[in-house]
């Protein structure tokens, strides 16, 4: 043969090779998205996008992404505030909440202080505790904008919820503290005891400028910008009922937990809140967000219907059980709203002796090495042997652990939502879920608690609480000007 005549065949040849490869390819794409559990790589919780989609983004790259900006360590304030003044100037000056004091604990052995000392020691721990700030390890957070947060959220048809126990509760407080703080004025409406709602204050100048900005009409400033769901374990009695006895509760136990808030009509609320509504079609385009956590009251403590077997192990794995249910059971029940995004925010940290620390960690290495000692310094604070039981069948050592439960899920849940992307070749398909990994973050700062040797699970308001509110303004910033 000439050897025209074989470049000519060598060329159909490579031609034919592509079209059948590059047919094969597409034709089997969907085959290749494979369940997180049998995939060696991470899916991460915030894929949106189909593969092979390329969306121009006005993201600035210097900027940390999602749960890369959670990573990282505690960095001195600069400038540091050096008084009370300083502080409130900043966080305590147009917000409902003053913030003065964060509580002290009792004082050391044989000393006793006067109210005007004792008042004093508050002043400066809030200080002290407000003189850190989050500084990821890789790139930069967006710059705290309160109201381009708010114009984000009128995009919205229900704004964004903080939905868990006392500690969601805490950070919806220090949330609405800190976007006052930019001058914007709300009114609460409480639908019941455990859900309550904020709406810019109508005919305000602050209001009007923000309306303008979003460029959403009059209708969409008669819903909410933020509200709290009390519910400290999310599912309803019959639920906990079921897979509790499922997993060795004797049948009809006695109810025990009427202390635990609870929000009987959450779901009429979320159906509410992500209700498209006329008028708002090409404005309000953007999913209703909830933050949602329970897990501090996921204990064997709280949940002692389950038995005792004299094994921390077997009980634990009947508190996986039961906890891996909830979670299912939430999963089914959200996903009934369509224009809802749920940023699944990781249980914090508890500190035993939380009073022994006065400023954060040095890094993520040194909180884990004080968190591998959590036995040495949860019995340290017990007064008897009874109160050494009691301590650890609250289960800070486990909340993590629980935690990683959303997780899993939550990736199974993107996994989905992608290979139905795939099918579809199109956007829109299922509610989105990201999971908020502020574990490590939470555990580097012993020192911010609520009251040092009493509480030290809550925190210290605003403190912790103004890190993870930035964050949501990052994410939300993210996700928005990603959407395609």
């Not at 913030?99 to 052995?109: F, N, Q």
């Not at 509504?277 to 897990?295: A, C, F, K």
Request: overall charge negative; some cysteine.
């Amino acid at each position: 043969m000439k050897r025209g005549n074989r470049v000519l065949v060598l060329v159909a040849i490579a031609f034919f090779c592509y079209i059948l490869f590059s047919h094969r390819t597409s034709s089997t794409e969907v085959e290749l998205a494979e369940d997180p559990a049998g995939d060696t790589t991470e899916l991460p919780s915030h894929v949106h996008r189909p593969p092979g989609q390329t969306v121009e983004s006005k993201i600035n790259t210097t900027l940390c992404q999602y749960n890369e900006c959670l990573k990282g360590r505690w960095a001195p304030r600069e400038p540091q505030f050096k008084t009370l003044e300083d502080f409130q100037e900043v966080f305590a000056k147009r917000g409902a909440s003053i913030w003065s004091t964060c509580e002290v604990g009792d004082p050391p052995a044989g000393v006793k202080w006067t109210s005007a000392e004792e008042e004093r020691l508050k002043q400066k721990r809030l200080v002290d505790i407000m003189n850190w700030v989050w500084q990821p390890d890789h790139g930069e957070l967006l710059p705290w904008d309160p109201l381009d947060f708010v114009v984000r959220l009128l995009k919205t048809p229900g704004g964004i919820v903080f939905m868990g126990d006392s500690l969601s509760q805490g950070h919806e407080h220090a949330f609405g503290s800190y976007l006052q703080e930019g001058g914007i004025v709300f009114q609460m409406k409480e639908t019941d005891s455990s859900i309550r709602s904020h709406i810019l204050e109508k005919g305000h100048p602050v209001t009007l400028e923000l309306q303008r900005r979003a460029g959403v009409p009059d209708s969409r400033m008669d819903h909410p910008i933020f509200s709290v769901v009390e519910e400290h374990i999310l599912i309803h009695q019959e639920d906990l009922r079921y897979i509790t006895e499922l997993n060795g509760a004797n049948k009809g136990w006695e109810w025990h937990l009427d202390s635990l808030k609870r929000a009987d009509d959450w779901e009429g609320f979320f159906r509410r809140l992500t209700k498209s509504r006329p008028g708002e079609e090409t404005s309000v385009t953007s999913d209703t967000i909830i933050v949602l956590n329970t897990g501090a009251h996921w204990s064997r403590g709280t949940m002692y219907m389950l038995p005792e077997v004299g094994s921390l192990e077997k009980e634990r794995e009947a508190l996986t059980n039961v906890y891996t249910a909830m979670v299912k059971i939430m999963i089914r029940k959200m996903s009934q709203y369509p224009r809802l995004t749920v940023f699944y925010r990781a249980t914090n940290a508890g500190h035993p002796s939380c009073h022994r620390y006065n400023k954060p960690s040095k890094d993520a290495a040194e909180a884990h090495r004080e968190a591998a000692r959590y036995l040495e310094l949860s019995d340290a604070s017990a007064s008897n042997e009874v109160d050494r039981k009691v301590r650890r069948r609250w289960d800070w050592d486990y909340l993590n652990v629980l935690s990683q439960v959303w997780k899993t899920e939550i990736e199974h849940q993107e996994w989905l939502r992608r290979t139905m992307k795939l099918r579809n070749q199109s956007g829109g398909v299922g509610m989105r879920w990201l999971y908020v990994d502020v574990y490590e973050m939470s555990l580097q700062r012993p020192d911010a608690h609520a009251v040092p040797g009493k509480d030290c699970l809550h925190w210290c308001l605003p403190a912790v609480y103004s890190e993870w509110t930035r964050h949501l303004y990052h994410i939300l910033y993210l996700e928005m000007e990603q959407e395609y």
